[in-house]
Each structure stands twice: as structure tokens, then as C-alpha cells.
């Protein structure tokens, strides 16, 4: 599985955004796919998975309410719906892929980052 990430950009405080995770590969239905976050100085941390079916999904507490994980199998595409976004969401951010579901598994996959900058 091959994984692309985009739609990242800079836009203020209360905005939105929506990234999208483009998938190659035949088995991406078999795959749970997470987004993780990076920040400057920081450990990459969790941000939000969403089950290889789109059935179920798991978020941070920091983003439960805000943030929206979704899949469409048919393009291959996992999208990360960002709203009311703060400044401390500023963060490179990537979709990873895994065949393991919950808290700690390993991700066998990595996208590219895409940065998203919120401004005050």
C-alpha cells in the first residue's frame, strides 16, 4: 500500500480543512488507516483511525468533537475533516496504514506529510 497525503495548508483559527490520504494497492480495504500528527519539537502523537470497513473510528481527546475521520474504499481514499482548528493543531501530518486495530499497533505504511498551519 503506497499512501499520499494532501489537502493541508495555512488558514486561521476557527477554520477548516480537509485532508484527503490517497491509496494505491488492491489490499487498502484490508487496511485500518490512522492519522498521526508532528509538530515542531514534538513526538509524533495520534491523532485519529478509522477501521478498514469505515464502521468505526478513534480519536484523541484533544480533537473528539472537531476532527471527523472518514473512508471511501471505492477511490481508495481516507479524509481527515478538520474543524474549529486551533493554533496547537499546527502540525505536519500523516496518514499511515495498518492491518492491526487499537492503541499502540504498529503502522507497516507511511504517507508524505502535509503541513497545516493555523494562525491567531
Known amino acids: 500500500v503506497q499512501l499520499q497525503a494532501s489537502g493541508g495548508g495555512l488558514v486561521q483559527a476557527g477554520g477548516s480543512l480537509t485532508l484527503s490520504c490517497a491509496a494505491s494497492?488492491?489490499?487498502?480495504?484490508?487496511?485500518?488507516i490512522g492519522w498521526f500528527r508532528q509538530a515542531p519539537g514534538k513526538e509524533r502523537e495520534f491523532v485519529a483511525r478509522?477501521?478498514?470497513?469505515?464502521?468505526?473510528?478513534y480519536y484523541t481527546h484533544s480533537v473528539r468533537g472537531r476532527f471527523t475521520i472518514s473512508r471511501d474504499n471505492d477511490k481508495n481514499t481516507v479524509y481527515l475533516q478538520m474543524n474549529s482548528l486551533k493554533p496547537e493543531d499546527t502540525a505536519v501530518y500523516y496518514c499511515a496504514a495498518s492491518r492491526s486495530w487499537g492503541y499502540g499497533v504498529g503502522y507497516e505504511y507511511w504517507g508524505q506529510g502535509t503541513q497545516v498551519t493555523v494562525s491567531s
Open positions: 494497492g488492491r489490499t487498502f480495504g484490508q487496511h485500518h
Open positions: 478509522v477501521s478498514a470497513s469505515g464502521n468505526t473510528d
